[in-house]
């Protein structure tokens, strides 16, 4: 009888000790990524389109295109149950659906984020911290026709001003996009569905032509097998020399890089500095020529000078952005003679700090470019400060190139790393090195948290001189929190 108690207590105990294992392996599990979507590897996919003019906005819908966001998620249960219609996806400015504010039916600007909203809780996944929406493919078309007076500078609204330093073939060179939707489809245990077009109005759904421009991304999956494989193409043309298409990880909630109004995403949780990871797979077929700034990876935040988090205020918030460029042709514009194209310093993984100034320490091939925020008071000179028109406010850009001293955060250290014929799966300490990246801030204020709404991959064609053409697979995606990020991230979800 004893013994045949104490068995039973040791089973019981075991069997306790086994469940609370698999109970705290799975909380540590689902806390380790602050994506919805770990790896790309849900069936149920949530994918969503939106296109940006210059300054990040809608300017004028394409005629008949509607609104330039879009959706594709799906629950897979033997067969695909689509969670948005085309009737969603076609909505226009005037045309109202559920959760409108009424005021901003007829401005196409605020339509857009209204309309974002909106395929966000059709696509919404419950979980925890909070839910989260989709994937994002984001195209962009870098045209800009100074006369329209359609961009602020720096966030400040501005008159119109004489042509020459933008690309743009006229009027309407800002214009939104043709977007060609193949819903997904189910067919031999394979999902495959995608989002392409041109910005040529004159043409259709075709597909690719000489001389037209043009973006693709298709996705694709066998049922229960490993990740998505997104198949990106991007090509430039004449009149649409410089272009851009990313796929994004955005907040779910709050600002994401380069907006100043809420957004839907994929980051339940937002990775802070230094405490996270970020794994992919790239496997890039084509380059997209020597114009194509290649970003492996792009995180982007937005904070204010003054290292207060932004309140949507464009005077004051700045978007900060951090690019490492993989396309082996890209220059350091960084240099000794260069020194406004270099941050004021550099910071080794030891926590050394390096000046600019000093040419045996300094490693001026590992940064491309760095620019300051026009909206900055007490800069350190020379410098060079960011395009004030390309985003709704003032903006801060760091862009590194594969070197050596990238080499302990898992990130590329020698030109052609990653690059055509290099296909990798990344596993890169992008909190590691974003806290050691040199930001601006006013002189004696506290450090601003570097959270990052925004992590993306994709390539920026940067006014191309002939048609360029990109094309690239992207899975495998993941943001891993770690483990004191955890702790830092359960502490301040307990505050709240
Ligand atoms: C939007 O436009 C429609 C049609 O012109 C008009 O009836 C409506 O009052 C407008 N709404 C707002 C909020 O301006
Ligand atoms: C280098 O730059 C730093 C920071 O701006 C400055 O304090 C230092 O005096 C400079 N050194 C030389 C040799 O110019």
Redesign the pocket.
């Known amino acids: 009888m004893a013994m045949e108690n104490t068995t039973l207590f040791v089973l019981l105990l075991n069997v306790l000790l086994v469940f609370s294992a698999s109970l705290v392996s799975a909380e540590q599990q689902s806390q380790a990524s602050a994506v919805g979507d770990p790896g790309m590897q849900r069936d149920g996919l949530r994918v969503a389109f939106e296109a940006w003019n210059f300054c990040n906005e809608v300017g004028q819908e394409a005629p008949h295109m509607g609104s330039p966001r879009a959706a594709d998620c799906f629950d897979l249960s033997g067969s695909l149950t689509h969670k948005v219609t085309e009737a969603d996806n076609r909505l226009g400015v005037?045309d109202s659906f559920p959760g409108i504010n009424?005021?901003n039916?007829?401005n196409t600007d605020l339509y857009a984020i209204e309309k974002e909203l909106y395929l966000g809780s059709l696509c919404e996944v419950a979980d925890t911290p909070r839910p989260w929406q989709f994937w994002m493919v984001m195209l962009k078309n870098g045209n800009y026709d100074t006369r329209s007076g359609l961009c602020p500078q720096d966030g400040k609204k501005v008159p119109p001003f004489s042509p020459g330093r933008f690309p743009c073939f006229g009027q309407g060179c800002m214009n939104q996009p043709i977007l060609c939707h193949q819903w997904t489809q189910l067919k031999d245990g394979t999902m495959q569905g995608g989002f392409s077009g041109t910005y040529d109005l004159d043409s259709g759904c075709g597909g690719e032509q000489d001389g037209v421009s043009y973006y693709e991304v298709v996705w694709e999956k066998k049922v229960n097998v490993g990740s998505w494989m997104f198949k990106h193409k991007l090509r430039t043309s004449k009149k649409y020399p410089w272009l851009m298409l990313y796929l994004r990880a955005d907040a779910t909630k709050g600002f994401s890089g380069g907006y100043h109004y809420d957004t839907r995403g994929m980051l339940k949780t937002l990775p802070e500095s230094p405490n996270f990871k970020v794994k992919l797979s790239l496997d890039i077929k084509k380059g997209g020529g020597g114009k194509s700034q290649f970003y492996l990876l792009d995180i982007g935040s937005c904070w204010k000078n003054n290292g207060a988090p932004c309140d949507g205020d464009v005077l004051t918030d700045v978007t900060r952005y951090s690019e490492m460029i993989i396309n082996p042709e890209t220059p350091a514009w960084c240099s000794p003679k260069g020194l406004a194209n270099c941050p004021p310093f550099h910071i080794t993984p030891d926590n050394k700090k390096f000046f600019r100034n000093d040419t045996a320490n300094f490693p001026y091939s590992a940064y491309h470019y760095y620019c300051a925020p026009g909206n900055a008071q007490h800069l350190e000179q020379p410098v060079s400060t960011c395009d004030p028109y390309s985003n709704p406010q003032a903006q801060e850009i760091v862009q590194l190139l594969p070197h050596p001293i990238w080499g302990q955060y898992g990130y590329p250290t020698k030109k052609g790393d990653g690059w055509v014929g290099d296909a990798r799966t990344w596993e890169l300490d992008v909190g590691g090195l974003s806290s050691r990246l040199y930001f601006y801030q006013d002189p004696g204020t506290s450090p601003a948290k570097r959270i990052w709404t925004s992590i993306d991959s994709g390539t920026e064609i940067f006014v191309s001189d002939k048609d360029e053409v990109a094309e690239w697979t992207l899975s495998d995606f993941d943001v891993i929190l770690t483990q004191s990020g955890t702790n830092l991230m359960n502490k301040a979800e307990r505050k709240k």
């Open positions: 005037g009424p005021e039916i007829n």
